[in-house]
């Protein structure tokens, strides 16, 4: 399984993004059973969760994201989604998908950088 994020850049506060993780290597059953997650790690904070899919369809969030950020998934892309709306300069951060399956292994991408100007 590998995980690739994009859709970062500089974006207004107020304004939206929309972030995507596409997993590869992976046959469409696998992906259905992925739990998948967005996290977020600021300069000089630790990584923390933004937002989680369970392979279940249930969701999860930050409470600093409720009602702002909203994650997805499209199965036939293998793809979830992660829609940024209203977005502070506190959101700036490089955000990173993974992915764990049911025997518990994880699997990290790379990070996509979301820069916020106030």
């Known amino acids: 399984v590998q995980l690739q994020a994009s859709g970062g850049g500089l974006v207004q506060a107020g304004g939206s993004l929309r972030l995507s993780c596409k997993v590869s290597r992976s046959i469409l059953s696998t992906f259905i059973g992925l739990d998948i997650d967005w996290h977020r790690q600021a300069p000089g904070k630790e990584r923390e969760l933004v937002a989680g899919?369970?392979?279940?369809?249930?969701?999860v969030y930050a409470d600093s994201v409720k009602g702002r950020f909203t994650i997805s998934r499209d199965n036939n892309k293998k793809t979830v989604y992660l829609q940024m709306n209203n977005v502070e300069p506190e959101d700036t951060a490089v955000y990173y998908c993974?992915?764990?399956?049911?025997?518990?292994?994880?699997?990290w991408g790379q990070g996509t950088l979301v820069t916020v100007s106030s």
């Open positions: 993974t992915a764990r399956s049911p025997s518990g292994a994880e699997f």
């Open positions: 899919s369970t392979s279940g369809r249930r969701t």
